[in-house]
């Protein structure tokens, strides 16, 4: 269950990342909500998660599983550019939150 509290949670960093850049310095009032929400949600699940995993392991996941949903968004959604070299760097971030989670 942890594993799963943190991949969400991870997900919401991702939320609170892309809100955070579209409330224009907190001065748009339902990105900057967003953003609040998501953020203590996301350190919510990172602290229950952090009960049973390591915090190295859980931190490293957590980051990973946002800074990759958040470059994948941004490509998907935000018309940020998507060549093939940031693929593939994203699949290395991938394949090391994956590489943590097999031999945690």
Do not use: D, N
């Amino acid at each position: 269950m942890a594993w799963l509290i943190l991949a969400i949670s991870g997900l919401l960093e991702s939320v609170w990342a892309i809100a955070l850049s579209r409330s224009a310095g907190f001065t748009r009032p339902i990105p900057s909500a967003v953003f609040a929400v998501a953020l203590v949600a996301s350190m919510g699940g990172l602290a229950y998660a952090l009960r049973s995993i390591p915090v190295g392991t859980g931190y490293a996941v957590w980051v990973g599983v946002g800074a990759a949903g958040t470059a994948l968004a941004g490509m998907l959604f935000l018309g940020e550019p998507s060549t093939l070299l940031r693929l593939l760097s994203l699949l290395l971030v991938v394949a090391g939150v994956v590489g943590l989670k097999v031999f945690h």
